[in-house]
């Protein structure tokens, strides 16, 4: 077909340029001429049954999709409405079946269909709230009456009554579908798989609808998976080729680079702890690495790359280096949480010379909030939004470092242009890294404890662990100097502290007062040294 499209050109062409000579005016074809026009109509005919075909096959996808959505949303009625509660098993593998035969976009407009005609029913919801406020009690005798037969009396009884079906008439009937879903094999597993497209849908259309389907699924996870339903396991370099080829995978904070980077991990002074569900056998919801030290490391490259940092039986602390959730469909869920204080708890009772319990963490935040801050430096003093981040003394030293002379804020550019250029060149030089050091851990130590959206620490990471019950221990000047910690964090990682015995302070601390616990060194940071109007450096092994 493409030859003929190719010939259909060439002889329009000449057809045109026939035209413009005015040949075909004057004198008859000739037998050339004749099957030149000749195979000009069948290439026509061909072009055009391509473009059909074409078409055809395209309206018969998009037939196909609908016929199949269809087909998904008369399965869900199906299942919702059926009596026989021994009967939907059949229906509800269809509709799976089917649901995973849609493509991303039919599956969006499924989720819609779910979310909106199998909803709360309003008009019942309605109806019983005009009925719950008609029913006002009497008030004669009432002081005659005890608490016993006052809650037995007509009304009183009605309002119960009412209570009750309010309750169950605010559930919508898409939590029916779900509770069914979740008594099948593999239910659980195909649930967490479509809340990953619910929260896709809802980046791409941010429906009511949508969200509360979300916000309804969100909360039956947490009640399905709630710490007793968990199951804790020890992963270890036996355990079947799948389950590590999983961790491999999954691990999202400090990529597995090969297979003995992985063994590496799993053996001698490691462990990995994962929580599984025994209806999702073999699939790990959130796993940990911890490495035993005798220490509070400040490298992450030591932890990931040397061997054993000391014998088992002479570590003193726990290094929680990694946390990674592995389901989409489960953002939200608060699993880490709970592992993390497993583990602790796990590891005490195993190994009681183990006394600190620590982690070493990334800071993921910190750049993409500095430097849209530095680039305002530019600006005249004044400036909206403008705010003096370095002080005189780190502006002369960045000068120096970096060999500049002159300018007001020149200091600032400085920095902006260093920690923002793609090659992050700036770590090869050691006059830049001690004029960086000073400037960035303050301002580092700010970000973590100070800044704050809704009341909640503005690092995800912090929030996640102050909220866990940790302190903020310390920061690590070139903790991370990969290419994605200098990028991320300008190389700098910190501590999270965990003391049993004041999680549940911290916690509470943090949850009613937005106070985040920390160090005496973490507070030193952001309180000036005597006489330099500089802030301290904290930790600089």
């Known amino acids: 077909m493409a030859n003929a499209a190719d010939r259909l050109t060439k002889l329009m062409r000449m057809s045109l340029r026939s035209a413009q000579l005015g040949v ?39 037939s196909h999709s609908d016929r199949v959505l269809k087909k998904v949303s008369a399965l869900m009625h199906e299942a919702i409405h059926m009596k026989k509660t021994d009967m939907p098993d059949k229906t509800l593998s269809q509709l799976r079946e089917e649901y995973l035969r849609l493509d991303e976009e039919n599956r969006r407009r499924a989720l819609v269909v779910l979310a909106t005609k199998f909803g709360v029913d309003r008009e019942r919801v309605q109806g019983l709230l005009q009925h ?108 079947p080729a799948c389950l590590l080829e999983k961790i491999v995978t999954y691990e999202a904070v400090h990529p597995i680079s090969n297979l003995y980077d992985l063994k590496r991990r799993l053996g001698t002074g490691r462990r990995c702890f994962g929580f599984f569900h025994p209806a999702m056998p073999g699939e790990p919801l959130v796993f940990i690495e911890v490495a035993l030290t005798n220490n509070t490391e400040i490298s992450i490259q030591k932890v990931l790359f040397d061997e054993a940092i000391c014998e088992e039986n002479q570590a003193t602390t726990a290094l929680l280096y990694s946390i990674s959730s592995t389901q989409p469909g ?55 939004f403008r705010e003096e981040l370095l002080l005189p003394v780190e502006e002369e030293s960045l000068k120096v470092a970096y060999g500049g002379t002159g300018g007001e804020n020149v200091g600032a ?19 830049l890294v001690e004029a960086l050091r000073t400037p960035l851990m303050r301002i580092c130590a700010r970000y973590i ?35 994605k910690g200098l990028e991320r964090s300008a190389g700098i990682m910190v501590n999270y502290l965990y003391r049993l015995e004041k999680i549940e302070e911290n916690n509470q601390a943090y949850l009613n007062k937005g106070t985040i616990a920390a160090s005496p060194a973490m507070e030193q940071l952001l309180e000036p040294l005597p006489g330099t109007g500089l802030q301290s450096s904290g930790n600089a092994t």
């Open 413 to 431: 550019v400085i920095m902006y242009d260093l920690l923002s250029s793609p090659q992050q060149e700036w770590i090869k030089s050691g006059p």
């Open 132 to 239: 719950y406020s008609s029913l006002k009690p009497g008030v004669e005798g009432a002081e005659d009456e005890t608490e016993e037969t006052a809650s037995d009396c007509g009304v009183v009884a009605a309002q119960y009554r009412v209570e009750r079906d309010l309750r169950a008439a605010l559930v919508p009937l898409s939590s029916r579908l779900f509770d069914q879903i979740n008594g099948q094999a593999g239910g659980l597993k195909f649930l967490v798989d479509l809340r990953a497209d619910l929260k896709a849908s809802l980046q791409q259309k941010n429906l009511a609808s949508l969200r509360a389907l979300d916000s309804d699924l969100k909360g039956m996870f947490a009640t399905w998976l709630g710490p007793a339903c968990l199951e804790l396991h020890q992963i270890t370099w036996n355990d």
């Open 330 to 384: 489960l953002a939200g869920i608060d699993l880490g949480n709970f592992l993390i204080k497993r583990v602790i708890c796990l590891l005490q009772h195993d190994m009681p010379h183990i006394q600190t319990f620590v982690t070493l963490s990334p800071i993921p935040g910190f750049l993409q909030w500095l430097l849209p801050k530095l680039a305002l430096q530019s600006k005249p003093p004044g400036s909206k």
């Open 449 to 483: 404890l100070q800044e704050k959206k809704r009341g909640a620490a503005l690092d995800y990471v912090t929030n996640f662990h102050v909220r866990n019950g940790a302190s903020v221990e310390q920061l690590n000047w070139m903790g991370d100097t990969s290419y």
């Open 24 to 62: 075909h005016k004057s004198r008859i074809p000739s037998s050339s001429e004749l099957q030149q026009q000749q195979l000009l109509k069948q290439d026509r005919g061909v072009v055009a049954m391509e473009g059909a075909a074409n078409s055809n096959l395209s309206i018969f996808a998009s």
